[in-house]
């Protein structure tokens, strides 16, 4: 059974840091990119980074460019987004997604106000 959890939401305040992470079971996690996407509100779900089963390609939306870093550590099952420099805009519901299986986690909420 295919299973992604996400955790690391919270409240931060403008230019503040926050660091998600996503657990995976039920597949060969090393053979499989992951990716984060998120749904602010009012908006549609949009890409924000995607990376590579080995971890060496990582690729991010233009908005999220130097801000924003995905990175994976396999040994844990793990797929993490670290968000610096975070902005009211960046409010929204995060999501981790196996693109291949179409699997979904159930999202972690990130409010960025003051």
């Known amino acids: 059974q295919v299973q992604l959890v996400e955790s690391g939401g919270g409240l931060v305040q403008p230019g503040g840091s926050l660091t998600l992470s996503c657990v995976a079971s039920?597949?060969?996690?090393?053979?499989?990119?992951m990716s984060w996407y998120r749904r602010a509100p009012g908006k549609e779900r949009e890409l924000v980074a995607i990376?590579?089963?080995?971890?060496?390609?990582?690729g991010y939306k233009d908005s999220m460019k130097g801000r924003f870093t995905i990175y994976r550590d396999n040994a844990k099952n793990t797929v993490y987004l670290q968000m610096n420099s975070l902005k009211p805009d960046d409010t929204a519901v995060y999501y981790c997604?196996?693109?291949?299986?179409?699997?979904w986690g159930q999202g972690t909420q990130v409010s960025v106000s003051s």
């Open positions: 990376i590579t089963g080995d971890g060496r390609s990582p």
């Open positions: 039920g597949f060969t996690f090393s053979n499989h990119a």
């Open positions: 997604h196996a693109p291949v299986l179409d699997s």
